[in-house]
Nanobody, 121 residues
């Protein structure tokens, strides 16, 4: 059974940092695109960052503040979030697909359950 499990969420003040992790099990994801989406209350789920064989990609709203990385030996992807802002408050989801990174949610085959990030001003 394939599972993606996020961790590392929490509450932080504006300007602070958090590091999210997404551990995969059930199969090897080394060749898969691994991404992070987020969903704020009352808003649609949006693409945040992705990493694949072709490189890393970021939403404009997080460029320069967030860094995505992966450890294939651990089947884990990370999202280092610095200089957090209140508008970063959301549930963060990791996802994976066998193909190029896109911002289209239906294309992703595997999803985690999400982890809450709350940034206070």
């Amino acid at each position: 059974q394939v599972q993606l499990v996020e961790s590392g969420g929490g509450s932080v003040q504006a300007g602070g940092s958090l590091r999210l992790s997404c551990a995969a099990s059930g199969r090897a994801f080394s060749s898969y695109a691994r991404v992070w989406f987020r969903q704020a209350p009352g808003k649609e789920r949006e693409f945040v960052a992705g990493i694949s064989w072709s490189g890393t990609y970021y939403a404009d709203s997080v460029k320069g503040r967030f860094t995505i990385s992966r450890d294939n030996a651990k089947n884990t992807v990370y999202l280092q979030m610095n200089s957090l802002k209140p508008e970063d408050t959301a549930v963060y989801f990791c996802a994976a697909k066998d193909g190029p990174i896109t911002g289209r949610r239906p294309e992703y085959d595997y999803w985690g359950q999400g982890t809450q990030v709350t940034v206070s001003s």
